[in-house]
Each structure stands twice: as structure tokens, then as C-alpha cells.
């Protein structure tokens, strides 16, 4: 976004001198406030466009290139540890189960 940022900063330029000509009434100076304002507002597709194809020629060259690069291989995290249930006291387990009478 080099040239993006440069013809922003021109025009921004442009901007602020048009507003001192203007609260300082110098006539004399409009017009140069005005090209500035307007080379900047010329300069911003062409700036767009230039970082476009900086930002294409590094995609081509990062992923059509010879050499890879070594890839690492993460380190496998243990699973973590699972909460046991607390055991049941001897009352409570032994209050749970029912005995069924056997029919004979």
C-alpha cells in the first residue's frame, strides 16, 4: 500500500493548503491547491493499481517458488485428563441397588 498511501498524502496535502489559501484568502495560490488535489485524485488509481500487482507478484512468488520452506511439525498435546466421578460412598451404593426377590 506504498503508492496508495503516497498519492493519499498528496491529495491530503492538497487539501490542507486549499483550506489555508482559503481562510488566509490568497487568491493567487488556488490553483496550486487545486493540482495538487487533483494529481492526488489522478495518482490514487494508478497507486491502487501498483500495489495490486506488488501484492500479485509476491503471491506468484510465495507460492510457485523451487524451494520450500521446512516445515515444523507441532508437537501433539496431551489429551486432557478426563474428571473422574467421585465414588460413591459404601451407604449410598449400598442403598442404590435393589434385591428382587427370585420367583421360583
Known amino acids: 500500500m506504498r503508492y496508495t ?3 493519499l498524502l498528496i491529495f491530503g496535502l492538497g487539501l490542507v493548503s486549499g483550506f489555508v489559501i482559503v481562510v488566509g484568502e490568497f487568491a493567487r495560490l488556488g490553483p496550486v491547491a487545486s493540482v495538487l488535489m487533483a494529481l492526488g485524485l489522478a495518482a490514487l488509481p494508478v497507486g491502487l493499481v501498483a500495489d495490486r500487482g506488488v501484492a500479485i507478484r509476491a503471491w506468484f512468488a510465495a507460492h510457485f517458488s523451487r524451494r520450500k ?3 515444523t511439525r507441532r508437537k501433539a498435546r496431551p489429551a486432557a ?5 467421585p465414588p460413591k460412598s459404601p451407604a449410598r451404593a449400598a442403598r442404590g441397588k435393589r434385591s428382587t426377590p427370585k420367583r421360583s
Open 81 to 85: 485428563a478426563r474428571r473422574k466421578p
Open 69 to 71: 520452506g521446512k516445515t
Open 5 to 7: 498511501k503516497i498519492a
